[in-house]
């Protein structure tokens, strides 16, 4: 079992950050003792913007603050490579391409 150090924090990749199941995640990870969302990850098209600008948020509770601002990248391993955990939402389809090699997790893993 993986235990964090006292007073330490885990850095977090949430990848199809922008869907429906990117922000149930996001919303999820909000206020987590460990966890905090670092990096961001979705399609060209969101590539670029600011969290805020590029997700058409739709959970009960408001973007938490902490990424609001983060700026969404392509989902490529680069931009993840200060994530210790990385959470996926993205489709079978599209993750079978990206070659992430992190510890990552999906609804469906
Ligand atoms: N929605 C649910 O309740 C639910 C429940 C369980 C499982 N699932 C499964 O979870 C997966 C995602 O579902 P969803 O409803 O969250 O879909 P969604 O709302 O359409 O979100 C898709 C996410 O993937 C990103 N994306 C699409 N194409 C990409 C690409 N080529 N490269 C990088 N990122 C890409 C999108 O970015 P952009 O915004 O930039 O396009 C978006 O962030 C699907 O396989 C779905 O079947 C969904």
Request: aromatic share 8%; proline share 6%; charged share 15%.
């Amino acid at each position: 079992m993986y235990t964090v150090p006292e007073g330490n924090t885990v850095k977090v990749g949430v990848l199809g950050a922008t869907g429906t199941v990117g922000q149930r995640f996001i919303a999820l990870l909000e206020n987590h003792p460990y966890f905090v969302v670092h990096a961001l990850g979705a399609s060209a098209r969101s590539a670029g913007k600011t969290y805020a600008l590029a997700t058409n948020w739709k959970q009960t509770t408001p973007i938490p603050s902490g990424v609001r601002e983060i700026q969404v990248n392509p989902c490529v391993p680069e931009h993840f490579k200060e994530c210790a955990v990385v959470f996926s939402g993205l489709d079978a389809d599209v993750a079978g391409d990206i070659g992430m090699n992190h510890n990552c997790f999906s609804p469906s893993s």
